[in-house]
């Protein structure tokens, strides 16, 4: 954890990324700041984890999919900043690139943001093969014993940077489980997007 561009990739990942996708109550300061990604339990079933392999392959995927766009987006506001907000998909801008994905475009699907090209379903296709295999020993498992040793300590080396970064003390297992962790100990983890933040250009 002592590349700072890899913790910054990381910080954003589990701190905004996953919170957008972890629904209302899943992933709250007392879950971000006291448990890594991979242990997280998801609060409608504690049988359950809270973000499946599939999920973080997703967020992988979007990011991949819509990080020149939303650059570009962003380069436009700063070079118009009398406007708030990015313009309208009509006129000159009907077909500008900042409205195109890698995998997707408007000119696919039925949604708003258009729908996904073969390549992008070979890509998330890919990048679940990639969690799984950056995790797991055997990815057939998917348990808590059969996680990657290298891979726990990677969680757990952020969380206590981001604690430290936050003025957190961690709370032992038995004081987190039973107050559901604290603001004072327990969630964040290591982002897949930070561990392949090569291959996406980082």
């Known amino acids: 954890m002592d590349d700072a561009m ?29 448990t890594t990604i991979s242990r997280a339990i998801a ?66 699907g039925q949604s708003r943001f258009g729908g996904t090209s073969e390549a992008g379903i070979k890509r998330y296709n890919q990048l679940y093969q990639m969690v799984l295999d950056a995790k797991y020993k055997d990815p057939a498992k998917m348990d808590d014993d059969d996680l990657k040793e290298d891979w726990v300590k990677w969680e757990e080396a952020f969380l206590v940077k981001i604690r430290a970064e936050e003025g957190l003390q961690a709370d032992d297992d038995a004081n987190a489980n039973a107050n559901g962790g604290r603001r004072r100990g327990r969630n964040a983890a290591v982002p897949v997007v930070a561990a392949m933040g090569a291959d996406f250009g980082m």
């Open 43 to 108: 609060p409608y079933d504690e049988t359950k984890r809270l973000f499946h392999v599939s999920m973080e392959a997703f967020v992988a995927y979007l990011w991949d999919n819509n990080y020149e766009r939303w650059t570009l987006q962003l380069k436009w506001l700063y070079e118009h900043p009398d406007h708030t907000h990015i313009p309208t998909r009509t006129g000159e801008y009907k077909n500008h690139i900042m409205f195109k994905g890698k995998y997707s475009s408007q000119n696919m």
């Open 6 to 34: 890899e913790y910054q990739v990381a910080k954003f990942y589990a701190l905004v990324l996953l919170t957008r996708v972890a629904g209302c109550d899943g992933w709250k300061d007392r879950q971000r700041f006291h």
